[in-house]
Every structure is written in C-alpha cells, then in structure tokens.
C-alpha cells in the first residue's frame, strides 16, 4: 500500500486539499494517506479542518503574531523533519505556493521521497510579483517528480521549463471540487449582519485584499474607488471581509469605516464565504484563488493586482486585470454596473479552471504512475476547447 503525506499550512491551501484528502481517503487498500499541517496560518487552517472533517496525524502549530518569511521557513521545515522521519511516506503531495508548500517540497527532497505537486505551472514571470509565491512555485517545480497541472497553460509553462511531459498531469483545479461540494441555494448566515443583507434589491460587491505588494497607497487607491462607487450607485452594498494584517485593516478604517452599505467584517469561514461569492453581483480581490472560484459561479472578478499567473481566466472573459490605479478600478466597476451585456458576457464565460472532478484525476495519476492501476486519467479540457 502507498503512504501518501499531505503537507499544507494555511486556509488556501486547505480548502483546495480537503477534496484530495477525502478521495485519497477512500482507496482504502491502496493508498494509506497522512496528513500533516505546519498551521503557518491557525485560526483560519482550523476552520477548513472543522468543515471538511479532516484531523491531521501531525500538527507542528508553527504561527506565531508578526512572524515572517525566515520564521515560517525555519521552523516550518525543522518540523517536517520529524514529520518525515516517522512516517517514511512513499510520496509527498504539497499545494500550490506557500512558503509551507516549498519547505515540503524541500523536506521530501532531503529524505530522497518523490514529490507531487497539486496546482503545478502556474507563472507571471515576475519573481516580485506574487510574493513570495512566484518563486515558491519555481522553487518547488524544480523539485516535484508528478506536476498536477490545473490547465493547458500550466502545463506548457512547465514544458517550457524542461519538465517531462511523462511527469505532467492536467487536472482542472481541486478548488472547483471544493466548492462545488459546499455551495447551497438556500443557505442561512448565521452572522445577522449578512442574514439581514437585502441580495433581492441591492447589487453587492464582494472585495477582498491581502497581497503584500498591495500595502499602503496601492490598497488606499482600491478603497477610494470603493467609496466612488458606493456613493454614486444607491443600490450598491459592499462586503469586505477584512484581512488580520493591521496595514489593512488601518487602511480600510481610513477610507471606508463609517460609510452606509459598506459592511466590514472579520475575515470569514470558507462556508459563508462561498455562499455569500454565489449571492454577490461580482468580486472585487487581489486573491489568486477567487479568481478560479467565482467564475465557477458565474460572477465576474474584479483582479486588483498587475499580474496574474492564472491568465487562462483573462482569456476566457471571466476576469478582468485592473491594478491598484482608482481611476481603473471605478472603471471597469462601473463598466460591470452600466452595461448589462458586457456583465452578461463575462458572468456567462465558460470557467476554464474545473468540473470538480479533479481530485479523481490526481488520485487515478498516482495510482498509475505507481503502478497500482494500468490507466491513467482522462484529461481535463474546459467545455469551450
């Protein structure tokens, strides 16, 4: 039986392995699966946990207040040391591009243990920009032995990059499979403040942002061309769960705090958080992975940063890349408000990220490529190709 290690530490990360770990968990007799969390994030980690029902066989419990990259890596990887020693898994399977997801990749490479690498090949070619993320991802490929890729054009990046293409899977995103399992139509908030929310008669825009890049005037930008649009359109509202980093949170007090239709909360579970993107008109965020999730249903992405390395969704018509700059951001915002045709268009834009069947994919690559099955996994293909 193969032991599998999943590795992962923070909130992304745990929403787009959960699917995998429960369809890992169900080949018993052929996959023995281990779960390990660094917790480089705690509070918002355990949330995923809870709602997944997952219980990591190791949890090294690394956050602490104000840590940063040289700490995170530290003790991340001193921690999986152990880890490793005492499982001795025959694959280690990391996420993505957090600092954990590099540090697992590194440990597994120390111990001589083959590495997957679930959401493989995604660039800018901006080594600034996400960061650290964009070398998190580099670093990690050089490492992996199986590359999971999400789409077509993660996996050419990775050919381009010399990657075998015996060593490459397209799988479509686990993201979609996670959401998909966790939207309902008739879901009840139980924070009063969204329950109250009147979704029938106002037009609510969803916003989030956290990327370091972003700190400071950039984000201020942002928030004044929340605060135009909120003033100008009466049937407009704005939720915004507001990320924990204090250069946020300062930034957002400054310019939105007090304003009418503009509802601030604490960052959210990822249950209401999916059931309240399904109720949004569309989504302002500088996040990596909302830009998979909300073209998923059908809203159109508002992409607050100058890069993306998923350009598939730019392609598709799902999201737009708009920057910091206000006047941008007010914009296409009010482009999406104004003309409802343009709205149509990319809310009806086929998602070129998933079908929710890719953790199956991932599942039947591994059993194959470890000979424990003679066939490998169809590949995925967006509807519109």
């Known amino acids: 039986m193969l032991k599998i290690l999943t590795v992962f530490g923070t909130r992304p990360e745990a929403i787009k392995m959960a699917p995998l770990v429960k369809e ?36 090294l419990n690394i956050m602490k ?66 960061f650290p993320e964009e070398i998190n991802r580099h670093l ?89 649009l909120v003033l100008s359109y ?35 579970d990822y249950l209401p958080f999916v059931n309240l993107i399904h109720r949004s008109y569309m989504v302002l965020s500088d996040s990596g992975g909302l830009q998979e999730e909300a073209p998923a249903l059908g809203k159109p992405v508002l992409v607050l940063r100058g890069t993306t390395e998923r350009p598939e969704a730019v392609t598709a018509g799902t999201v737009r890349l708009v920057g910091t700059d206000r006047a941008a951001v007010e914009d296409e915002a009010r482009l999406l408000l104004d003309d409802r045709a343009h709205y149509s268009r990319m809310a009806n834009a086929v998602n070129p990220y998933g079908d929710g069947l890719a953790s199956g994919r991932i599942a039947r690559a591994i059993l194959f490529r470890f000979g424990l099955t003679g066939t490998p996994p169809e590949e995925f293909s967006p509807i519109q190709e």
């Not at 023995?32 to 355990?46: G, I, K, P, S, Y």
């Not at 009840?188 to 009147?198: G, M, Q, T």
């Open 140 to 228: 990690t490929g050089v490492l992996t032995d199986l590359h999971f890729a999400p789409t077509r054009t993660a996996r050419e990046n990775l050919l381009a990059e010399g990657v075998p293409p015996g060593s490459i899977f397209v799988t479509g995103n686990t993201v979609i499979d996670a959401l998909l399992s966790t939207v309902r139509p008739n879901y009840r908030f139980e924070d009063p403040a969204l329950d109250n929310l009147d979704f029938q008669n106002y037009r609510l825009l969803l916003v989030t942002t956290h990327r370091r890049e972003n700190l400071g005037e950039p984000l201020r930008e942002v928030y004044r061309a929340l605060k135009n």
């Open 24 to 59: 890992l968990q169900r080949h018993e007799g052929e996959i023995d699966c281990r779960v390990a969390v660094t917790a480089q994030h705690r509070e918002m980690l355990d949330q995923v946990l809870d709602l997944f029902s997952i219980t990591p066989h190791h949890d």
């Open 234 to 268: 009466p049937d407009v509202q704005v939720v915004f769960p507001v990320h924990k980093n204090p250069l946020v949170r300062g930034a957002v007090e400054e310019v939105l705090g007090g304003l009418p239709r503009v509802l601030l909360t604490e960052p959210m």
């Open 65 to 130: 207040q104000e840590q940063d990259l040289f700490y995170i890596t530290g003790r991340a990887l001193a921690g999986m040391r152990e880890v490793l020693a005492e499982e001795k898994p025959g694959l280690v399977l990391v996420h993505g591009d957090t600092t954990t997801t590099f540090v697992g990749a590194l440990a597994a490479f120390y111990n001589q243990v083959p590495v997957g690498h679930v959401e493989a090949g995604l660039r800018t070619g901006n080594k600034y920009s996400p």
